[in-house]
């Protein structure tokens, strides 16, 4: 019978560790993909508030070139088509176990 409670015990001990490690590697993919996408955004507001109207035409075409690279309608990391990888994911995955 102690052997038993032992196994259940260390059963429930690995259970609980591995959820843990899962969710620890979950939250820091998330948060990073989550910071990659803000800074690239920030990047895109940035390129677009620089004073190009004044520049010459030479800077202008660069500019157009790393907005047209800088796409922020098509590069971003996703999980599904619609679902961008970010700490809002990471919050509707662990909502259902916290319940």
């Not at 507001?45 to 660069?62: R, V």
Request: net charge positive.
């Amino acid at each position: 019978m102690e052997q038993d409670v032992g196994d259940v015990a260390l059963t429930l001990l690995k259970l609980g560790s591995t959820a843990y490690y899962i969710s620890l590697e979950l939250y820091i993919y998330c948060y990073l993909f989550d910071n990659m996408n803000i800074q690239r955004e920030l990047v895109n507001f940035s390129i677009y508030s620089a004073n190009w109207t004044q520049m010459d035409l030479k800077f202008k075409k660069l500019l157009l070139l790393a907005m047209r690279m800088n796409d922020a309608n098509n590069l971003v990391i996703r999980a599904t088509p619609k679902k961008i990888i970010n700490l809002q994911i990471f919050a509707s995955v662990l909502t259902p176990f916290c319940l």
